[in-house]
């Protein structure tokens, strides 16, 4: 116990010292850290060998005072750390763990609360996910897309007695991989249920966890799904134009105050978590109390990593590192699914090459006995690729108008914006009558209740053959159901094309009318051909690239061009830089350097609530009134947050209100959101009278 007259005592230097002394580095760097979080081992004042060397007189006085009360505690500090040997490259994580258990047990006790970790229950969950799974079959009619998916469900829940723990599960768009893959979690911790606690779904886009986690819900009951993505709400600090970061000034303070409230979220003791990829790996990646308190409840854990292919290029060689350790040495399972699995290992001519760090040839196991049959059956969509010139918005909008349901993608939020206005506009000038309840913008400018609101109706006018145009970024082209006759996808990377194609005769309903691919992708060039920067737009020119060559060959690629997206994959990867030196950071314990530098999208957002319905509204007013972000509040407010990147922030000020204590909150204001189309960057004349 730590007794003081003064409201604070400094005690984490000297526990670190004391542990330093005694031949235990890691448990010296996660008691230096467990306010401000883990420093590096040296380079600066605030590292490890600096607060050591200036903490280690008054730390061993104490050690010597504290041994004189209790002589066996002078025999634990001597003896703790004898003989102990470490390996550079596994100590990165296992002190991350011990400063989990450290800070969580920390946190739940100064809190005066309890654990409440809940048994994730295999045999039971396992049980009510087959009983859903017979309903659905039952509904659906008989059909090759049904059989595929009954196909699929029977691999994965062969493959959960497969003895490895790196598994691809490669399947097809529509082919029934989320619940399958659930399936095979389930059945595997029934099988091994002291090996594993919990079951852990990381998701790349919030669309497709609003959607999973609504399923998961609907099937094992809210109270056993844990939905957790948005929510920091930290204070950004400008790095340079581009970059920003959490401002770190008061986190240690701030750590204790808001404890009480984000226990939940921040410890990830629930059976079932979903999340996104920027939360999982940011969590193992960042030096914060608040990020690794949950480190230690991953352990054990099966972890379905969806949409793989998402993973960044620039953070590959740690990534891989982490996942291999967590499985080899934290008794984690992974099962990477997608539709256009990536190259994580190498082809075996690269094999001897020392600077591509990927994982050897037979490093990972695939679920599905034949994939290329399964993408043979399931083939519903041609893929038309216009790339002689670019089209214009107006020229694009008259041709979605022609289409009675059609959906079109696009690259970036502006022109999800510009194109949907042109629409309208080519509507008004046809003199159509009630185009607006036809046409439908999606974006992550849109709170992900409106997106769930918007995609209800779209999947509802499509159920009831009434027109349905939408325009949407990316958001929608990856584990989204809707099911189009046609769709438009700007000229982007090649794995999102094939994504887009997914969301075309989904339910292959029209191909099996036709007796052949009835589906139609129609790849185009958009005005000024902006992407989003980057790796994304890097992998855009090598589809432009492959795909020019095709058509020149006349063979155009198709979802089926096993060896082209091989290839795209491979030279993806193969021919960069995969995070090398982040991964050497980890070697040489420079944790508060990694996390500074480890980033998993380019931008972080700020986060502002938005007050799009009634239940927003009222949990606003509640908390313009309290001035803390409680979990009642956290929970009924986390679909109303709209990201907005640095810029964007600084630009759109007039739009929202800050609110709550520290951290500081943002809010909208009421007129500062669309129904249409979300948040807004500023307010419009219109907008200013009331």
């Known amino acids: 116990m730590i007794r003081t007259k003064q409201g604070r005592c400094p005690h984490s230097a000297h526990g670190a010292a004391i542990a330093y002394d005694s031949g235990n580095p890691d448990v010296a760097f996660a008691i230096a850290g467990h306010h401000g979080g883990i420093p590096d081992a040296n380079g600066g004042t605030g590292s490890l060998e600096v607060r050591i060397k200036e903490a280690l007189t008054d730390a061993q006085s104490l050690r010597a005072f504290a041994s004189g009360d209790l002589p066996s505690l002078g025999n634990l500090f001597s003896a703790s750390g004898a003989g102990r040997k470490f390996d550079n490259r596994t100590f990165d994580l296992r002190t991350r763990m011990l400063f989990s258990c450290l800070v969580d047990a920390d946190r739940i006790d100064s809190a005066g609360s309890d654990s409440n970790s809940r048994p994730l229950r295999p045999e039971e969950r396992f049980a009510t996910l087959l009983d859903h799974l017979d309903q659905l079959s039952q509904q659906s009619s008989a059909g090759v897309v049904n059989s595929a998916r009954r196909n699929v469900l029977t691999d994965c829940l062969n493959g959960a007695e497969f003895p490895d723990r790196l598994l691809s599960l490669t399947v097809p768009t529509g082919g029934g991989k989320t619940l399958a893959a659930m399936a095979f979690a389930l059945k595997r911790a029934k099988i091994n249920p002291d090996l594993y606690r919990r079951i852990i779904v990381v998701i790349p886009y919030l669309s497709i966890i609003e959607q999973n986690a609504s399923v998961y819900s609907r099937i094992f009951g809210a109270d056993g799904v844990l939905e957790h993505h948005s929510g920091s709400f930290d204070r950004l600090r400008r790095v340079d134009r581009e970059h920003f970061v959490p401002d770190e000034a008061g986190q240690e303070e701030a750590a204790y105050r808001r404890m009480p409230l984000r226990n939940p979220t921040e410890n990830w003791s629930e059976p079932m978590i979903v999340t996104t990829s920027v939360r999982f790996f940011e969590s193992l990646f960042s030096n914060r109390p608040s990020d690794l308190r949950r480190v230690h409840n991953i352990a054990r854990s099966i972890v379905i990593l969806d949409e793989v292919q998402t993973l960044p290029r620039s953070l590959l060689s740690p990534l891989l590192r982490m996942i291999r350790e967590l499985s080899e040495d934290w008794g984690c399972t992974f099962v990477f699914s997608t539709a256009t ?350």
């Open 341 to 690: 699995q990536p190259a994580f290992q190498k082809r075996p001519a690269a094999v001897l090459n020392r600077d591509d760090h990927r994982w050897e040839p037979g490093t990972v196991r695939e679920i599905i006995q034949d994939p290329g049959q399964l993408r043979r059956v399931l083939k519903r969509v041609v893929i038309e690729w216009e790339l002689e010139r670019t089209t214009t918005w107006p020229e694009l909008a008259s041709r979605l108008i022609d289409e009675p349901s059609v959906l079109c993608v696009v690259n970036l939020r502006e022109h999800a914006s510009v194109l949907f206005d042109a629409l309208l506009a080519e509507g008004a000038a046809r003199g159509l009558a009630g185009l607006e309840q036809e046409c439908f913008h999606l974006s992550t400018r849109m709170c992900a209740a409106h997106r769930l609101v918007v995609l209800a109706e779209i999947r509802n006018r499509l159920a009831s053959q009434l027109p349905c145009r939408v325009i949407s970024t990316q958001l929608i082209e990856a584990g989204v159901d809707v099911d189009f006759p046609i769709a438009f996808r700007a000229l982007g990377p090649l794995d999102a094309i094939f994504q887009v194609a997914g969301r075309v005769d989904r339910e292959g309903k029209l191909t099996a009318a036709l007796g052949s691919p009835a589906g139609r992708l129609i790849v185009f060039r958009s005005p000024d051909e902006k992407t989003p920067p980057q790796e994304y737009s890097e992998a855009t020119m090598r589809t432009s690239a492959l795909a020019g060559a095709a058509l020149n060959l006349g063979k155009p690629i198709q979802p089926e061009s096993v060896e082209e997206m091989e290839t795209f994959w491979q030279r993806f990867y193969g021919e960069a830089n995969q995070g090398h030196k982040l991964q050497a950071y980890r070697e040489c314990m420079k944790f508060s350097t990694l996390a500074k530098e480890f980033e998993m999208i380019s931008n972080r957002t700020q986060d502002i609530f938005v007050p799009y319905d009634d239940v927003a509204r009222d949990a606003l007013a509640k908390l313009r009134v309290i001035g803390q972000l409680t979990n009642d509040l956290r929970h009924r407010l986390q679909r109303y947050v709209v990201g907005l990147q640095p810029y964007e922030f600084e630009k759109a000020k007039a739009v929202f209100e800050e609110i709550g204590n520290e951290p500081s909150i943002w809010a909208a204001v009421e007129r500062g959101y669309s129904e249409i189309k979300g948040l807004k960057l500023s307010l419009s004349a219109e907008d200013t009278i009331s």
